[in-house]
């Protein structure tokens, strides 16, 4: 297939092998009081916050309002990718609170809901979400991954009033491949999922990013930022030309969102250890280019890419980080408190320590091409 031709930026082997084992842009490892379920019943995991159209948090009576996956506690935690809703919570002075889940029983077209942003205009009630719906409702279980928006309203108490939901864009098979195995492989399935919406107040453009899979290469690790961007308003949305790969580097880059700062465009996303090349030195954990504008050309934080990562010895205690638009940062716990132990294999060690809820919040500083960990924070609201 023909080599799409809009610049990109490629993330190289030689970027990421400057990461250090251990270092400043290491997280600390969690503590036992730094778990603390949002609710006892459920597991919760990817997240992202109620925002602006600015990127900035919206917060209402002292609490800031975020979406999360979630599901009932199963034995096996591992289960839960297969039955996904997106629940929304609130936080404040005095910890989580639960408000129940976004949507409807059977209102969203895949068999469960997976990552993606969401934004409130103006008026303080009219919500857009953007979302993945993984498979098919009602069909035999897939892998499918399409991008889908509705409209709702939004309260301190919860969600309603959604419109039927449109799917924003579709996989071209050309550039960005179609995602829909049926079968998971060893090395992770393909994508076309998690939209974050960014605004961009230079130009009046809106974008979504997601994370993708290159179509026009065979190689086994072709991960990209995808982009999708439209004129504003209700203008249709049109796929464009991955701002970011890492063929041949890392197979999966999750999540990506973008902040403003200074004047700069921050382009973060998380990833795992084991969707790297093989020998290259990098944890699990959030990472992130910066630009001049959207138009690149985009360049490595730090000269590697990374931001924060998970102690080497505890390298699977949180994963998926959001930054907000002040500059915090949450993830949720994964497995936590393993001390060397490997949970692959072991159903009862998964649910030990899987940990399904809000790791704690922390601040990052930023200082042009360098973005770091300040440290520990209180959540705004």
């Known amino acids: 297939m023909k080599l799409p031709t ?4 490629h993330w190289s082997a030689e970027a990421v092998a400057t990461i250090a084992l251990d270092g400043p842009d290491r997280l600390p490892v969690l ?3 730094d778990i603390v379920p949002i609710d006892p019943g459920h597991d919760f995991w990817d997240m992202w916050q109620i925002a ?6 919206v917060v ?17 935690p591992e289960s839960r990718h297969d039955a996904a809703r997106i629940y929304l919570t609130s936080h404040g002075s005095d910890g989580w609170r639960l408000h129940g889940p976004a949507f409807p029983d059977g209102f969203t077209p895949g068999s469960r809901e997976w990552s993606g942003s969401a934004v409130l205009s103006e008026d303080g009630v009219t919500l857009t979400m953007y979302f993945t719906a993984a498979g098919r409702r009602g069909e035999p279980h897939s892998f499918e991954q399409r991008l889908f928006e509705t409209v709702g309203r939004f309260a301190a108490n919860g969600t309603d009033g959604w419109s039927p939901p449109v799917e924003s864009v579709v996989a071209d098979g050309g550039c960005y491949r179609i995602a829909d195995e049926t079968v998971a492989p060893p090395g992770g399935i393909k994508g076309f999922r998690d939209p974050g919406f960014f605004h961009d107040p230079a130009t009046g453009h809106d974008h979504l990013l997601f994370v993708g899979s290159a179509a026009w290469t065979d190689a086994a690790l072709d991960g990209v930022v995808g982009i999708a961007s439209r004129e504003g308003g209700d203008a249709p949305w049109r796929l464009g030309s991955p701002p970011i790969d890492a063929i041949g580097v890392n197979s999966e880059l999750e999540r990506p969102h973008i902040i403003l700062r200074d004047g700069r465009y921050y382009l973060f996303w998380s990833t795992q250890a084991k969707r790297f090349a093989a020998g290259l030195p990098a944890p699990t954990g959030l990472y992130a280019m910066v630009a001049d504008s959207m138009n690149g050309p985009w360049r490595p934080v730090n000269g590697s890419g990374l931001v924060a990562g998970n102690p080497a010895a505890e390298p699977t205690q949180a994963y998926c980080w959001w930054v907000t638009g002040e500059g915090q940062v949450l993830a949720f716990i994964d497995y936590a408190g393993l001390e060397g132990e490997d949970a692959t294999a072991d159903v009862s060690l998964r649910r030990a320590r899987f940990g399904g809820t809000a790791a704690p919040f922390f601040q990052l500083d930023f200082a042009g091409d ?3 960990i300040a440290g520990s924070v209180r959540a705004t609201g």
Request: aromatic share 16%.
């Open 6 to 9: 809009s610049a990109r930026t």
């Open 60 to 76: 209402v009576a002292g609490r800031s309002y975020w979406f999360f996956l979630g599901t009932p506690r199963f034995d096996d």
């Open 31 to 33: 503590t036992p009081a």
């Open 370 to 372: 360098r973005v770091t």
């Open 52 to 57: 602006r159209t600015d990127g900035s948090t």
